[in-house]
């Protein structure tokens, strides 16, 4: 077993889920047998091969231009509303569940 | 012509849109005729969350106008569409199939939607899908899950479950899905329809609820190939608002189709034909090769040996994105928040533990530990690298070939309950997709017949970056034959 009850509460803590015992025991079961299966990609050697977190890296690129100008295609100009105006303030908290007419309402932050 | 008992199953894009073009109907009887279907036939199917009728028939009356003062209606004038419920929309209910966002309304449309609405597509409402898109059954979604219409006692694949049973089902003429491991083809394959992932970054997924955003795409599910070409060439191409969106010409997927194949070069790879295929399955794909043999392609073979690890690379990655991603899903924005909550740490937890069901929680833990302080190397970092050789193994295979062609699926669609047990035997029913997304190529999922038990098949094609108007071809050409 790789993965323990302790390491269970540890990561439900840093992706702020609350897990009932009858979860952590599911997700223990569940956690290990997936890594003991991921655990096949140690058979491969690694080392000299460069890890690839984007397709776009593949495209799109001008490598003529220097520096991050290479992206240029993904950038745009620095201004106010660029794009879009942005959402009317009534509009961005209507979805909210608890909102007064300016602000998104939460319980308090700061816990003493 | 069209009533509400008009035969809906031949009726394309071109064949509907020309009708309400030529007034032998309006786009308003054909939206009635398709909510007619769903309000027979959805009960026992599920495919739809929600309806969005006013919106549909103000848009079906703008094309009927249009119609009537004679001008040329655009590429989907007056065509009926769903939309995966993952993509949002503008005023109409989006939940991602996922409670805690059960009562969010979009104030904005995704670039995809927007775009199918400006060439005229009328939007009969938001298709049911696995929880944030994460699943390969449909059974996932919060709601409840999508029935085969081919036979209501199996899956329709997942995650865009709906999206396809809708499309088999004729409750829509095409509708859009999202692919990040096989979201697409998958259930296409399984309901016998054809579905398109375009290359990564080919079609904009601005306002698409982000699952994994290295291995998102949208495309379209389909009755036919020349729809999927169609819609494709609607959505496609650069859009400011999803940098990564690539900035590459849309070509004219529509007169490309009737190319010839003839001495094109197909690559057939044995690891997609390895343990844990079907028999029915493989006979099937293997006679699909043989006819497109027949139509004068030079079949190949190819060798793309890092297959076996692509399952353990995506769902690290996939689930480490995933982690990050749905981080957002908070209690103060959009999302339902718990009642009765005293603290910030508390809303959160309780808010997620209520709002997001077993599979969304367990690959946020596995996401999470993935990157979690001395796991990073072992696992993201590993398969990130695992990643770059699954993606050289297919530029090594198209120096060689044009399109490879493999089964969409090992199996046949599985019973319900079959495997919602298991998420590892449910993750391997992705086993010959994810490969596409990770390398982030297109592959398209065509109708290539049925087992015994009268359950389609599907054959997949995969090409280069952005020669969707190869797979295309392809697909056409065998669909045609």
New interface residues.
């Given amino acids: 077993m790789k993965v323990t009850d302790k390491d269970v509460v540890y990561v439900a803590e840093l992706a702020n889920l609350e897990l009932t015992e009858e979860e952590r025991a599911g997700m223990l079961r569940d956690l290990n047998s997936i890594l003991e299966y991921v655990d096949r990609l140690d058979e491969l050697d690694t080392s000299e091969v460069p890890p690839m977190a984007q397709v776009s890296d593949r495209y799109g690129r001008n490598e003529a231009k220097p520096g991050s100008a290479r992206f240029a295609y993904a950038s745009r100009e620095d201004v106010v509303e660029g794009l879009r105006k942005s959402l009317a303030r009534e509009e961005a908290l209507a979805n909210a569940p608890d909102a007064d007419e300016e602000f998104f309402r939460a319980p308090k932050v700061i816990e003493r | 012509m069209p009533t509400a008992n008009m035969d809906l199953k031949f009726l394309t894009i071109d064949a509907a849109r020309t009708a309400v073009q030529e007034r032998k109907t309006t786009a308003q009887a054909l939206a009635e005729a398709h909510y007619a279907r769903i309000q027979q036939e959805d009960g026992q199917i599920g495919a739809f969350l929600t309806l969005s009728k006013e919106r549909a028939l103000e848009q079906a009356d703008r094309m009927d106008r249009m119609a009537a003062e004679g001008k040329t209606l655009p590429a989907l004038g007056g065509v009926p569409v769903g939309i995966k419920d993952v993509m949002s929309t503008r005023g109409v209910r989006t939940t991602a199939g996922s409670k805690i966002l059960e009562?969010?309304?979009p104030?904005?449309d995704g670039t995809a939607v927007a775009r199918l609405e400006a060439a005229g597509a009328v939007v009969l409402g938001k298709m049911n899908c696995d929880e944030f898109a994460m699943g390969s059954s449909n059974e996932n979604s919060a709601y409840h899950p999508v029935h085969n219409p081919r036979d209501l006692s199996r899956v329709p694949g997942g995650s865009s479950g709906g999206s396809a049973a809708a499309v088999a089902a004729d409750m829509a003429v095409v509708t859009l899905g999202s692919d990040t491991g096989g979201s697409i083809r998958q259930p296409a394959s399984f309901c016998g329809v054809v579905g398109l992932m375009p290359t990564?970054?080919r079609v904009s997924r601005y306002g698409l609820i982000a699952f994994a955003s290295?291995l998102d795409h949208i495309g379209p599910l389909a009755k036919t190939v020349k729809d999927s070409a169609i819609v494709l060439r609607t959505i496609a191409g650069?859009d400011?608002?999803d940098?990564?969106s690539?900035?590459?010409a849309v070509p004219d997927y529509v007169g490309e189709l009737d190319k010839p194949v003839r001495g094109m070069k197909l690559g057939v790879a044995k690891e997609y034909f390895s343990e844990g295929l079907d028999d029915e399955v493989r006979q099937a794909v293997e006679a699909a090769i043989d006819k497109l043999k027949a139509l004068g392609c030079d079949v190949v073979p190819v060798s793309l040996p890092?297959t076996?690890?692509a399952?353990?690379?995506y769902?690290?990655i996939a689930t480490a994105e995933a982690?990050s991603n749905l981080?957002r899903y908070?209690?103060?924005?959009?999302?339902?928040?718990a009642r009765g909550?005293?603290?910030?740490?508390?809303?959160?937890?309780?808010s997620?533990?209520e709002g997001?069901g077993?599979e969304v929680?367990?690959r946020?833990?596995?996401g999470?530990?993935a990157l979690?302080a001395g796991y990073y190397d072992a696992?993201y970092?590993?398969?990130?690298?695992?990643?770059?050789?699954l993606?050289r193994d297919f530029d090594e295979a198209f120096r060689k070939v044009d399109a490879i062609v493999t089964p969409t699926s090992p199996t046949a669609a599985f019973r319900l309950g079959e495997k919602s047990n298991d998420?590892?035997a449910m993750?391997l029913a992705d086993i010959y997709t994810v490969t596409a997304d990770l390398?982030?190529i297109p592959g398209i999922s065509v109708p290539c017949g049925e087992t015994k038990e009268k359950l389609p098949i599907g054959l997949q094609i995969l090409g280069k970056?952005?020669a969707e108007s190869t797979i295309l071809r392809v697909a056409h050409a065998y669909e045609q034959a």
């Fill in positions: 009562n969010y309304i104030p904005y990564y970054g290295s650069r400011p608002m940098s990564t690539a900035d590459v890092h076996p690890y399952i353990p690379t769902y690290l982690s981080a908070d209690g103060v924005r959009y999302s339902r928040r909550v005293n603290t910030l740490s508390e809303m959160y937890r309780r997620r533990d997001l077993a929680k367990r946020i833990m596995l999470t530990y979690s696992y970092l590993k398969a990130q690298k695992v990643r770059t050789l993606t998420p590892l993750y390398a982030g970056h952005f």
